[in-house]
């Protein structure tokens, strides 16, 4: 929050000296990212409060609402981006004093893209998604950041009057993509889509391995937030005490926690009588 405020002012004051829509695009979707800033922080710590009597899975998917949100956000910029740079295209305006406009986008660009590797690293060790979705925004802003540079150099070597304008049109494509995107990973989690394959295949692998399985079935999986909720049928043989089956299940859920955590995991046990006719594993 404290280097998005930061940047947005400069922005402001750089736009106002030069008179780039480019600039001004960039210093309006810093703006929105102090926002999305503001609302990261306070769904992280929404998500991180432990379930209760009225949220008994917790409330992990804070983090996902924001990410959605956090994707309109962006849209609304695009559309005021695509019509400051529209207007500017049909009445094209002189830009003034551009080193200074070319000095604060380079500083821009440097700092965003540290900001952003920052954030996203501790958002990949964390397994947050408000994290993560924050250091998108960053690394726009860096690669963004960048483009004006050279929007702004163009001008000041060749005096055409319409580079800044093109600049914020093509910004509005990018940062229009980003937020599809952003919003559609987000429906996928609030709608619990599954894990990803690669953690499909961790969890197959777990169960195939462990002695004692016969076969699973029932595997159902989702998000909420970071943590990953995990439930499967396993098959064991008829013989089997309800000890035994306990701690099969026990070891399983410890194994599947340790590999995809932070994870819930339950397992249910079948009888091989019960589950007779049903493939012993997926692809099976």
Not at 43 to 59: C, F, I, K, L, M
Request: net charge negative.
């Amino acid at each position: 929050m404290a280097y998005n405020v930061g940047a947005t002012a400069v922005k402001v004051i750089a736009a106002v000296l030069t008179g780039s829509v480019s600039i001004f695009s960039e210093a309006a979707h810093s703006a929105t990212d102090i926002i999305a800033s503001l609302i990261s922080y306070l769904s992280v710590r929404v998500a991180e409060v432990p379930p209760d009597d009225e949220h008994n899975y917790g409330h992990g998917k804070a983090e996902n609402v924001t990410a959605f949100t956090e994707s309109i956000l962006i849209l609304l910029v695009v559309a005021y981006i695509a019509f400051e740079s529209v207007k500017r295209l049909l009445v094209p305006q002189p830009l003034t004093q551009l080193d200074v406009g070319v000095g604060v986008m380079v500083l821009s660009t440097v700092t965003s893209g540290w900001v952003a590797w920052r954030v996203g690293t501790v958002g990949r060790e964390t397994q947050s998604p408000a994290l993560i979705t924050n250091a998108q925004h960053l690394l726009i802003d860096c690669v963004t950041s960048a483009a004006v540079v050279m929007s702004l150099v163009v001008t000041r070597l060749t005096g055409w009057p319409y580079a800044d304008s093109v600049a914020g049109l093509l910004f509005t494509v990018w940062l229009g993509f980003g937020a599809v995107r952003l919003a559609r990973q987000a429906i996928d989690e609030l709608i619990d889509r599954r894990v990803s394959d690669e953690d499909i295949a961790l969890i197959d692998s777990i169960l195939r391995n462990e002695p004692g399985v016969l076969g699973y079935h029932r595997l159902r999986t989702r998000h909420s937030g970071r943590v990953h909720y995990v439930d499967v049928h396993v098959v064991v043989a008829d013989a089997w005490s309800v000890t035994q089956a306990h701690d099969l299940a026990d070891r399983l859920e410890g194994l599947i926690v340790e590999a995809l955590a932070p994870a819930h995991v339950v397992i249910h046990i079948d009888p091989q009588e019960a589950a007779r006719n049903l493939p012993a594993f997926p692809g099976a």
